[in-house]
């Protein structure tokens, strides 16, 4: 199993552009996350999904678009870069389970991916 | 005041050195993990906790729910050690509770 596989590594766009970062994880997992990183602010969630067609707003969601199609893929879209944009972004799987077996699924990262808006 | 909060921020040790790293928490969890990011990014679920105490290997993670508190410890610390240690909280089963709240990390320098 490739476990969270996050594509490109390394990106560098202009402001005004719009890139779409992809993740694909092949676990089965229901629940996938993407958060972003940035120095002295611990990882804060973007957007989230519990399943194929369903996607919820995280911790802060503007200016990043989320679509789950399908249960192997959930990509993230920047339809309008702004530097402020600059981070290193992960995602993240995990199976769902029952209520009770939630918290006790580890959680799956990628392996990020560095993204600089000039 | 964030919701989990991780001290040091920086830890320096010499190779041999019993190591720990605190986390503290301000709201009610179910459940509380530690991850490592490596220096190349990658991020490692190391533990879940909800109660007690929890050993692999070097590694050892406990929890004290009264006290709202955690503590990662690293025995006999190794170089290959050396990563940011991220603590990171779930409040609840359902809902926007399940989402993960996480540390600014602590980053570990383990010197040969």
């Known amino acids: 199993n490739a476990g969270v596989t996050q594509t490109p590594k390394f990106q560098v766009l202009k402001t005004g552009q719009s890139m779409t970062l992809q993740c694909a994880q092949d676990?089965?997992?229901?629940?996938m996350s993407w958060y972003r990183q940035d120095p002295g602010m611990g990882l804060r969630l973007i957007h989230y999904?519990?399943?194929?067609?369903?996607?919820d707003q995280g911790e802060v969601p503007n200016g990043y678009n989320v679509s789950r199609s399908t249960t192997e893929d959930f990509p993230l879209r920047l339809l309008s870069a702004a530097p402020s944009q600059t981070s290193v972004y992960f995602c993240?799987?995990?199976?769902?389970?029952?209520?009770?077996?939630?918290?006790?699924?580890?959680?799956?990262f990628g392996d990020g991916t560095r993204l600089s808006i000039l | 005041k964030n919701e989990v909060e991780q001290s040091p921020q920086n830890l320096t040790a010499q190779e041999g050195e019993f190591i720990t790293i605190n986390c503290s928490y301000s709201?009610?969890?179910?459940?509380l993990h530690w991850l490592q990011q490596h220096p190349g990014g990658g991020i490692v679920s190391l533990f879940m906790?909800?109660?007690g105490k929890k050993k692999h290997g070097r590694l050892i993670a406990t929890i004290n729910i009264q006290e709202k508190h955690s503590s990662l410890h690293i025995t006999a610390s190794h170089p290959r050690d050396s990563a940011v240690y991220i603590c990171?909280?779930?409040?609840?089963?359902?809902?926007?509770?399940?989402?993960?709240?996480f540390g600014s990390g602590t980053q570990l320098t383990v010197l040969p």
């Open positions: 906790l909800s109660s």
């Open positions: 993240a799987s995990r199976a769902i389970g029952t209520l009770e077996e939630f918290s006790n699924q580890p959680q799956h």
């Open positions: 676990m089965n997992h229901e629940y």
């Open positions: 990171a909280v779930r409040r609840g089963l359902s809902g926007s509770a399940r989402q993960l709240t």
């Open positions: 709201v009610g969890i179910s459940a």
């Open positions: 999904s519990v399943g194929a067609g369903i996607t």
